[in-house]
């Protein structure tokens, strides 16, 4: 998890009130992304970004919303948490070397929605 | 949808067996990645197998690929109880090259 760092760790909200969660790099990577890792499915790509203030939907970008306004910290906004946001959020990042993108993970935001 | 799909779901095996995990996948791809989740923390990549490749080694890990099946295996040799984890494969498409999309993954136990 070196090099990455997620924030918070853990939160606990209440049904239709904001959220966000950070996401801070030290790589230096230009590709960052965020997904949700539910029971049953696996991780599942919310939104990713490909440079600073360029960002594109992923998967399941209903109700989330990202900001890349540096290199290093890409946020993702719930603007209004619903209890089906109840999940393990995980941010990657990637050098995106032409047809070999790895991907270093963070340490995960378990975030609950009552 | 998942690009790829992990079979079996689950696997229990004793401590110095070999395990199999198998991935499929359904559009062409760049490259296919295996990693690994130990409990509570982020995922960790293992290795990347690209496309024109049909087997990569990395210690006790062998990849092989098959292009025309559209599926992967990993095999883990000797195991440890220390690789008790979920393993994952990620495929890179041609048509979205930088987004990885990961299957729902193989939950290994390997018993001392």
């Known amino acids: 998890d070196a090099g990455i760092t997620q924030s918070p760790r853990h939160k606990v909200t209440e049904t239709g009130t904001p959220v966000t969660l950070r996401c801070h790099q030290t790589?230096?990577?230009?590709?960052m992304y965020w997904y949700r890792q539910d029971p049953g499915h696996g991780l599942r790509l919310i939104h990713y970004?490909?440079?600073?203030?360029?960002?594109d939907k992923g998967e399941v970008s209903d109700g989330y919303s990202v900001s890349r306004s540096k290199t290093e910290d890409f946020l993702l906004t719930l603007e209004s948490a619903t209890s089906s946001q109840t999940s393990v959020y995980f941010c990657?990042?990637?050098?995106?070397?032409?047809?070999?993108?790895?991907?270093?993970f963070g340490a995960g935001s378990r975030l609950t929605v009552l | 949808s998942q690009q790829g799909e992990e079979d079996p779901q689950a696997l229990s095996i004793q401590e110095g067996e070999n395990a199999t995990m198998n991935c499929s996948y359904k559009t062409s791809i760049n490259n296919l990645q295996w990693y690994r989740q130990n409990s509570g923390r982020g995922l960790v990549h293992l290795i990347l197998i690209r496309s024109n490749e049909r087997e990569k080694h990395s210690g006790r890990l062998r990849v092989t690929l098959d292009t025309s099946k559209k599926s992967s295996s990993l095999l883990i040799t000797a195991s440890r109880a220390a690789d008790t984890a979920s393993y994952f494969c990620?495929?890179?498409?041609?048509?979205?090259?930088?987004?990885?999309?990961f299957g729902d993954g193989t939950t290994l136990t390997v018993k001392p």
């Open positions: 970004s490909y440079g600073v203030k360029d960002t």
């Open positions: 990620a495929t890179d498409g041609n048509t979205n090259a930088g987004k990885s999309t």
């Open positions: 990657a990042t990637g050098a995106g070397a032409a047809g070999a993108n790895v991907l270093t």
């Open positions: 790589e230096n990577h230009r590709y």
